[in-house]
């Protein structure tokens, strides 16, 4: 029965093992994700620069026209206008 119970002790602490190994992956994952996200891309720092935003987005409205899937567009992007007023205030 000892034997059973050392066995049994055992494999909880590997499991423990792999389940703390797995955090600190996911961890380690996690934080080069986000430090992905925060590199300049050339193409993206062009087009959120100051002058060419407001030209990207007239043609874009151009694009898609005064339908409903322009109104979905103008809704989207008014969202997207407020959620980084709440982000830029949160700072």
Request: aromatic share 6%; net charge positive; charged share 20%.
């Given at each position: ?23 600190l ?67």
């Amino acid at each position: 029965m000892s034997d059973r119970l050392a066995e049994l002790a055992g494999r909880k602490q590997l499991l423990i093992a792999r389940s703390r190994l797995h955090r600190l992956e996911l961890q380690h994952g996690i934080i080069a994700l986000r430090e992905s996200f925060f590199q300049p891309k050339s193409m993206l720092s062009m087009a959120t620069s100051g002058p060419v935003r407001p030209l990207l987005f007239s043609a874009l409205l151009m694009l898609v026209g005064r339908g409903r899937f322009g109104g979905l567009v103008r809704g989207a992007m008014a969202a997207l206008t407020v959620l980084r007023s709440i982000k830029a205030f949160r700072r």
